[in-house]
């Protein structure tokens, strides 16, 4: 009787320890809904055959497909945190499934989840940065299909494990070799039949030789050295391992679980209790770790309502700040110039500002902010061209898009915009916008009515002087409007606002 009590009491608290952290970590990421959101802006997903097939040109293109595909629906934070959360279960329960079914301490298959969320949750000003634009979805789904995978290299026979090897790096790219790693140490802590001690052999040896053979095969146009980390990124976090850890004991978890644990025994009458502190421990873990720079989530709350043309809420996160950075001041001044107080009350509130830094680098706010911060300060023709650069450096995004594409309307550059428009007419959340700007092309006489180009094109006749800007955007315009002049009302209220802000 003891005995079935002390199991059942296990039951209950491991699935109150799961709903804990699930539910915990779902009102975290609502609670910076903004900063899921700005997933979203910097990723980008057409629905065309020529995108899809586009992929394919490297290794985890399924992967990374159906991590742009998802990540597209980050445009509504509730909805991708919904998905988060049900991936991030679905993981769970099968490391729970295949590992720790019958174990002491089940709680632990929430281990891998806790790693995704927080390699998530503590990414900060990567979103902006990163090149893997997205990691939000493409690792908990590249876990999942390791471990999907594992199953199939589990239940299947030899032939399979070729399949798995050669078909699945092109699919799903450094997770199909984490499957049949997992499947290696597995295999090894569970003897079978005559001869199977050779099969962890066999699965190590194809983790060794499948990326060679596929470089020499379809990849030669890739780095050869990172060809076991296609699908997971790499690239970004050569000089971020900190931020890596979560990632890699995502990955390394299940390794170790499938580790042979010794024979199933009862639990002792201690476990449940040690079961619901490890819940609560990953509960305090939820919301003590995520990174919580309050400049950056203001950053993200603003540029959120920059986009909806909420300047009230831009002037409320960004005014009220006693400490503060050159991102949020400029942000600060376009709501500003948008209320038409920009002259009046620009030296009202702080300017006691700090870098922008992400580990021991020091970003500057042309990298950060530089599109969003020259549109909305009316220098159209530098937020096109730091649109571009970015793009070249990372990937394509709906956000650095829809920039190039409205500079290229109001400008009146028809093929230009076309081609813009063109794109983002193929997204799926992105088509009525394409179709209102597209109709301002087929009529120009309507864009006047456009809220964005009434308050910027006042600015536009002054852009063709002489002026080469420098790598911080913040201090870009403040310059810009300090040296050179105009007459419209709105750019003498820039000139004058400017050069206070200047003076020493």
């Given at each position: 009787m003891i005995k079935k009590r002390t199991s059942r009491l296990l039951a209950v608290t491991t699935g109150i320890s799961a709903a804990g952290f699930l539910l915990c970590a779902a009102h975290v990421m609502s609670v910076f809904s903004s900063y899921i959101y700005k997933f979203?802006?910097?990723?980008?997903?057409?629905?065309?055959?020529?995108?899809?097939?586009?992929?394919?040109?490297?290794?985890?293109?399924?992967?990374?497909?159906?991590g742009r595909f998802l990540t597209q629906f980050c445009y509504f934070p509730g909805?991708?945190?919904?998905?988060?959360?049900?991936?991030?279960?679905?993981?769970?329960?099968?490391?729970?499934?295949?590992?720790?079914?019958?174990?002491?301490?089940?709680?632990?298959?929430?281990?891998?989840?806790?790693?995704?969320?927080?390699s998530l949750m503590?990414?900060?000003y990567g979103v902006l940065v990163f090149r893997a634009d997205a990691?939000?979805?493409?690792?908990?789904?590249?876990?999942?299909?390791?471990?999907?995978?594992?199953?199939?290299?589990?239940?299947?026979?030899?032939?399979?494990?070729?399949?798995?090897?050669?078909?699945?790096?092109?699919?799903?790219?450094?997770?199909?070799?984490?499957?049949?790693?997992?499947?290696?140490?597995?295999?090894?802590?569970?003897?079978?039949?005559?001869?199977?001690?050779?099969?962890?052999?066999?699965d190590l040896l194809l983790v060794a030789a499948v990326p060679p053979l596929e470089y020499l095969l379809l990849y030669d146009h890739t780095v050869f050295r990172y060809m076991w980390f296609?699908?997971?990124?790499?690239?970004?976090?050569?000089?971020?391992?900190?931020?890596?850890?979560?990632?890699?004991?995502?990955?390394?978890?299940?390794?170790?679980?499938?580790?042979?644990?010794?024979?199933?025994?009862?639990?002792?009458?201690?476990?449940?209790?040690?079961?619901?502190?490890?819940?609560i421990g990953m509960v305090v873990c939820v919301y003590l770790l995520p990174y919580r720079n309050a400049l950056f989530h203001r950053q993200m709350i603003a540029e959120r309502a920059i986009e909806k043309g909420d300047w009230d809420t831009v002037a409320d996160k960004t005014c009220s700040l006693k400490l503060t950075n050159d991102i949020l001041v400029s942000y600060r001044n376009c709501a500003l110039y948008a209320q038409g107080r920009l002259e009046r009350d620009c030296m009202k509130y702080s300017f006691?500002?700090?870098?922008?830094?992400?580990?021991?680098?020091?970003?500057?706010?042309?990298?950060?902010?530089?599109?969003?911060?020259?549109?909305?300060?009316?220098?159209?023709?530098?937020?096109?061209?730091?649109?571009?650069?970015?793009?070249?450096?990372?990937?394509?995004?709906?956000?650095?898009w829809k920039f190039l594409a409205k500079v290229a309307v109001f400008n009146g550059e028809t093929h230009l915009a076309d081609k813009y428009i063109e794109t983002l007419a193929h997204t799926t959340l992105h088509k009525a916008w394409a179709r209102?700007?597209?109709?301002?092309?087929?009529?120009?006489?309507?864009?006047?009515?456009?809220?964005?180009?009434?308050?910027?094109?006042?600015?536009?006749?002054?852009?063709?002087?002489?002026?080469?800007?420098?790598?911080?955007?913040?201090?870009?315009?403040?310059?810009?409007?300090?040296?050179?002049?105009g007459d419209s009302p709105q750019m003498q209220e820039w000139n004058r606002a400017a050069q206070m802000m200047l003076q020493p």
């Open positions: 979203h802006a910097t990723s980008l997903f057409q629905d065309t055959a020529a995108w899809l097939a586009g992929h394919f040109e490297k290794p985890a293109a399924l992967l990374v497909y159906c909805v991708a945190i919904l998905l988060l959360t049900g991936l991030y279960a679905l993981i769970s329960w099968l490391c729970y499934r295949y590992f720790l079914r019958g174990s002491a301490l089940p709680v632990l298959s929430l281990l891998p989840a806790l790693a995704l969320y927080l503590r990414m900060g990691l939000i979805f493409t690792e908990p789904v590249g876990i999942l299909s390791a471990l999907l995978l594992f199953r199939l290299l589990q239940a299947g026979e030899g032939k399979v494990r070729w399949i798995v090897a050669l078909l699945g790096y092109p699919l799903f790219g450094c997770y199909a070799l984490l499957a049949l790693l997992i499947h290696a140490v597995w295999s090894l802590s569970h003897p079978g039949p005559r001869l199977a001690g050779l099969l962890p052999l066999a296609q699908g997971g990124p790499f690239l970004d976090y050569v000089a971020n391992a900190k931020e890596m850890i979560p990632l890699l004991l995502a990955a390394l978890l299940p390794v170790l679980m499938a580790v042979r644990r010794p024979a199933k025994r009862e639990p002792a009458s201690w476990t449940p209790y040690l079961t619901l502190a490890i819940g006691n500002m700090i870098p922008v830094t992400i580990g021991d680098k020091e970003y500057s706010s042309s990298l950060l902010a530089g599109p969003t911060l020259f549109f909305y300060s009316g220098l159209l023709n530098y937020a096109a061209r730091i649109s571009s650069e970015i793009s070249l450096y990372a990937n394509y995004a709906v956000e650095r209102r700007y597209r109709d301002y092309l087929e009529h120009p006489e309507r864009l006047a009515l456009d809220p964005e180009y009434r308050l910027l094109s006042p600015l536009q006749d002054y852009e063709e002087k002489r002026w080469m800007p420098s790598d911080n955007a913040a201090a870009n315009v403040l310059l810009f409007y300090s040296y050179v002049p």
